[in-house]
C-alpha cells in the first residue's frame, strides 16, 4: 500500500484528484451564485499574495503563507466589489481593473527577486504537477507531495464547510434575500466561500498553476449544472467529471508527453461536451428530439385541416387519400404514413378503404385550430 | 552600443504608443457595453493561437502568430455566444469555462513548442516582452492598427448608436448584430496585437484602465476614446521604456502599473466625479445647508419677538442646528449678515441679522 502511494504517478494522481474535489465542491456554489469569474479574479491576485506573504514570512508554503497569500484572493474580489459601489465604474470593469494590477505587480516583484524566491513566472502560470513529488513530507510514516498535504488540509476544511453549512449555503445560493430574512448572513457565507476558494487557489497553484486552477473550479460544476437541477446531484457530478478528469488527462498526457496539469484541465471539457450533448433539458440530444416532436405534431395538425376542410366537398375522393398527402402537402410517402398512425393510433382519423376521414375528436381538434388560426387573421395587421 | 539602446528604446517606444491608443479606443466601446471581462477571455484564450501560428510557422513568425491568435480569439468570443444562446449556460460561468479551456489547451501546445528550438519566441507572449519586438514587426503593426482606426472612423455613428441604445439601433434598422461582431473582431485584433507587448495575462488592462480613466473625465463618447488613446499610449510607453532599462523585466506587469496610476489619478482628482471633488461637494452642500439652517433660525426667533433686529442666544442657534454653529456664525458675520452682540449683564454671545442679513433670510438676496 504505502510502496504504491509513493509510486510518482499515484503521488500526480491524488494531489490532482485533490484539487479536483476542492475545485468541484467550492466551484459548484460559485457558479450557482454567480461568480464565476470572481474565481478569475482570486487566482491571479494569489500571486501578489504568495510573494507578500513570503516578504512577511519567509516561507513559500505552510499555513502562514497560505493564509496570507489567500487574504490577496479575497481582497481582490471585495476590493473590486466596494470599487463598483462608488458606481464610478461597472462591476466587471471594476474587477478586470483590480487584479491585473495585483497580478502585474505580484509579476514584477517575482521579477525583480527572482534570484531569492526560486519561484518561476512561468510556473505561477503553468504550474507542473509532474514535479510534485520533487517536495515531500512524511505524515503517518507515508512519504507524501508536500503540495498534496496542504490540498489534503485545504480539501477537508472545504468538505467540512459545505457539509456544516450545507442548508445556509443552497439557500443563499438560490435566493440571498430569504437566506437574510432568516439571519443566515448570505454576504458573511460568500465571504467564507471566497476566502476558502482563495486558500485552495494557493494550495494548488504550484500543481497546476493559477489558470488551470480555473478550470476545476468552473467546467466540473456546469457540467453538472446542465446534467442535472438537483444540488447534491449536480455536486456528485460535478466531483465525478473532476475526478474522471484528472485520470483521462493524466493519462493523454503521458500517451503524448505533453503538459500533465493542461492535459487534466482540457480533459474537463470532455465532460462538458457529453453535458451539451446529452443535458436532459438544454442538450443537443434533447432540443432535436423536442424539435421532432413538435414537427410531428404540426404535421397531423396540417393533416386533420386538410381533411377538414375536404370533408363535404366533391373533390373529397380525390383529396383525402395517401396520393393526395404525399402530393398537395409535399410529404414523403414515409412521412405521410407516420402522420396517418399517429392520427389513428390517437383516434383523431379513420379509414374507409383508400379513404380518410375525422373522428367526432378529430373533427372537433380541426375546428379548434382553425378557429385559433381565423383568430389570430381578424387581429388589426400591427397587432399580430 | 549606445545608438542601440536608443535604437531599440525608439522601436520600443513607438510599438507600445501605437498598441496603447489602440487598445484603450476599443477598450472605451468594451467597458461602456458592460463586456471588459470579454477582452480578458479573448486576450487568454489566444494563447492556443499564438502557439498554435508559433508550431505551424516552425518558428518566430510575427504573421502566423498573429493570425493564429486572432483564429482562437474569434473561436473563444463565438463559443461563449454558443453556450450562452444554444446551451444556457449562464454569462460569467460561459466566460470562465472559455477562458480556461482555451488557456488549458494552450499551455498543452506550449508544453509541446517547448521541445522545439526557438521556443522562447512564445515564452515572450505570457507576459510580453518589450525587446522582443523588432523593428521589421512596426509596419504591419501600425498597418493593422490605422486599418482597424479606419473601421471605426467610417462607423463611428453606428458603433456609438449600438454602443448606447442596441434596442433603438435595431428599431432604426441597423445590423446590430454584424456591428456587434465587428466590433468584437476588432477588439480581437487590438488585443493580439497588443500581446507581444503586455502579454496574454496581462492584456485585458490595456484595454479596460484607459477607458476606465477617460471615463471619469468626460462625459462624450468621442472625447472619451480620445482620451483613453493618450491615456494608453502614455501608460504604454512609460511602460516600455522602464522594463527596457530594467534587467529582465517583463512590460506588460509595468505597463499595467502605468496604466492602473492613471486610474487612480483620475479617480481621485476628475473633475466632477472625482473622489476630491466629490468630497468637495459634500463640504459645500454642508455648508449651504446649515447657512440656511442659521438663517432661518435667526429670521424665526426675530419673528417671533416682533423684533427684526433681535438678538438671540448663540446656545439657541446650537441647538437648532443640533451642532456647534460657531463656525457658521463666523462665516456669516464675514459676509456681513449678522453682526455680534455682546452688552449687557449677560456677557454671552448673541447674534442678530443685519439689513442686508433679513434680505437674505427672506430669499431676497
Keep these: 500500500m504505502s510502496a504504491l502511494l509513493q509510486s510518482v504517478p499515484a503521488m500526480i494522481l491524488m494531489t490532482g484528484a485533490l484539487v479536483a474535489l476542492s475545485g468541484a465542491l467550492l466551484g459548484t456554489f460559485l457558479v450557482l451564485r454567480g461568480q464565476s469569474m470572481a474565481s478569475d479574479a482570486i487566482s491571479h491576485a494569489i500571486v501578489l499574495g504568495i510573494v507578500l506573504a513570503w516578504f ?6 505552510g499555513p502562514l503563507a497560505v493564509g496570507g497569500a489567500a487574504l490577496a484572493g479575497l481582497a481582490s474580489v471585495l476590493g473590486a466589489q466596494a470599487l463598483a459601489r462608488t458606481r464610478l465604474m461597472a462591476q466587471d470593469a471594476a474587477l478586470g481593473l483590480v487584479f491585473p494590477a495585483m497580478f502585474a505587480l505580484g509579476v514584477l516583484l517575482i521579477n525583480l527577486n527572482a534570484r ?6 512561468d510556473t505561477v502560470l503553468l504550474g507542473e504537477i509532474g514535479f510534485v513529488w520533487l517536495e515531500t513530507k512524511t505524515l503517518l510514516g507515508l512519504e507524501l507531495p508536500a503540495a498534496a498535504v496542504t490540498l489534503g488540509v485545504v480539501a477537508m476544511l472545504n468538505a467540512g464547510f459545505i457539509t456544516l453549512f450545507w ?3 443552497k439557500l443563499a445560493s438560490f435566493d440571498p434575500g430569504l437566506a437574510s430574512a ?5 454576504g458573511l457565507i460568500g465571504a467564507v466561500l471566497l476566502a476558502l476558494t482563495s486558500a485552495t487557489a494557493v494550495a494548488a497553484f504550484d500543481a497546476v498553476g493559477v489558470v488551470l486552477f480555473m478550470a476545476f473550479l468552473i467546467v466540473p460544476p456546469v457540467t453538472g449544472l446542465l446534467l442535472s437541477r438537483r444540488l447534491w446531484a449536480m455536486l456528485a457530478i460535478a466531483v465525478g467529471s473532476g475526478l474522471f478528469s484528472v485520470g483521462a488527462g493524466y493519462a493523454l498526457a503521458i500517451r503524448w508527453d505533453v503538459s500533465i496539469g493542461g492535459m487534466m484541465a482540457v480533459a474537463t471539457g470532455a465532460g462538458l461536451v457529453v453535458a451539451l450533448v446529452a443535458a436532459p433539458r438544454s442538450g443537443l440530444v434533447a432540443a432535436l428530439i423536442r424539435r421532432r416532436l413538435l414537427r410531428d ?9 386538410h381533411l377538414a376542410s375536404h370533408s363535404d366537398t366533391p373533390d373529397r375522393a380525390e383529396e383525402c387519400t395517401e396520393a393526395a398527402f404525399v402530393e398537395h402537402l409535399h410529404w414523403t410517402r414515409d412521412d405521410a404514413r407516420a402522420v396517418i398512425l399517429s392520427g389513428l393510433d390517437r383516434g383523431l382519423i379513420r379509414r374507409d378503404g383508400a379513404l380518410f376521414s375525422l373522428t367526432e375528436a378529430g373533427a372537433a381538434r380541426a375546428g379548434m385550430l382553425m378557429r385559433a388560426h381565423d383568430r389570430r387573421r381578424a387581429l388589426p395587421p400591427d397587432t399580430r | 552600443m549606445s545608438f542601440d539602446i536608443s535604437h531599440t528604446l525608439v522601436t520600443v517606444a513607438m510599438a507600445a504608443a501605437l498598441i496603447g491608443a489602440l487598445a484603450g479606443v476599443l477598450g472605451s466601446f468594451l467597458v461602456l457595453r458592460g463586456q471588459s471581462l470579454l477582452g480578458d477571455v479573448i486576450s487568454h484564450a489566444a494563447l492556443p493561437g499564438v502557439v498554435g501560428g508559433f508550431l505551424i510557422a516552425g518558428g518566430r513568425s510575427f504573421a502566423a502568430i498573429l493570425l493564429g491568435a486572432l483564429a482562437a480569439g474569434a473561436l473563444a468570443g463565438l463559443s461563449v455566444q454558443g453556450l450562452r444562446r444554444v446551451a444556457g449556460v449562464k454569462p460569467d460561468a460561459a466566460l470562465g469555462v472559455v477562458l480556461s479551456l482555451f488557456f488549458a489547451a494552450g499551455v498543452v501546445l506550449y508544453s509541446l513548442a517547448q521541445a522545439r528550438p526557438g521556443a522562447a519566441g512564445v515564452e515572450v507572449f505570457l507576459y510580453g516582452q ?14 493593422v492598427a490605422l486599418a482597424v482606426l479606419a473601421v471605426i472612423a467610417a462607423l463611428w455613428k453606428e458603433f456609438q448608436f449600438v454602443s ?3 434596442q433603438g439601433a435595431r428599431a432604426a434598422g441597423l445590423p446590430v448584430d454584424a456591428l456587434e461582431t465587428a466590433l468584437s473582431v476588432l477588439v480581437a485584433i487590438a488585443i493580439v496585437l497588443g500581446l507581444a507587448l503586455a502579454g496574454v495575462v496581462l492584456m485585458v488592462a490595456m484595454l479596460i484602465a484607459p477607458a476606465v480613466a477617460a471615463r471619469q473625465w468626460v462625459d462624450r463618447l468621442a472625447p472619451m476614446v480620445i482620451l483613453a488613446a493618450l491615456f494608453g499610449a502614455g501608460s504604454g510607453v512609460v511602460g516600455a521604456a522602464l522594463s527596457a532599462m530594467g534587467d529582465g523585466v517583463a512590460t506588460g506587469p509595468v505597463m499595467v502599473l502605468a496604466a492602473t496610476v492613471v486610474v487612480a489619478l483620475s479617480l481621485v482628482l476628475a473633475p466632477g466625479r472625482g473622489a476630491l471633488a466629490q468630497a468637495l461637494a459634500r463640504v459645500t452642500a454642508r455648508r449651504r445647508l446649515q447657512r440656511r439652517q442659521v438663517l432661518d433660525a435667526l429670521r424665526g426667533l426675530s419673528v417671533e419677538h416682533g423684533n427684526p433686529g433681535h438678538r438671540s442666544e448663540e446656545a439657541m442657534i446650537d441647538t437648532y442646528l443640533g451642532a456647534s454653529a460657531r463656525p457658521v456664525l463666523e462665516r456669516l458675520e464675514g459676509e456681513g449678515l449678522i453682526r455680534r452682540d455682546v452688552h449687557g449683564p449677560d456677557r454671552r454671545p448673541h447674534w442678530a441679522l443685519t439689513a442686508r442679513g433679513q434680505q437674505a433670510a427672506e430669499g431676497r438676496e
Design chain 2, 164 to 166: 448606447f441604445d442596441p
Design chain 1, 56 to 61: 512577511v514570512t519567509g516561507a513559500r508554503s
Design chain 1, 167 to 169: 442548508k445556509e449555503l
Design chain 1, 297 to 305: 405534431e404540426e404535421r397531423l395538425n396540417t393533416l386533420l385541416i
Design chain 1, 116 to 121: 531569492n524566491l526560486h519561484l518561476d513566472i
Design chain 1, 182 to 186: 432568516f439571519g443566515f448572513r448570505p
Design chain 2, 130 to 143: 518589450a525587446a522582443s519586438v523588432l523593428r521589421t514587426d512596426l509596419p504591419l503593426m501600425a498597418g
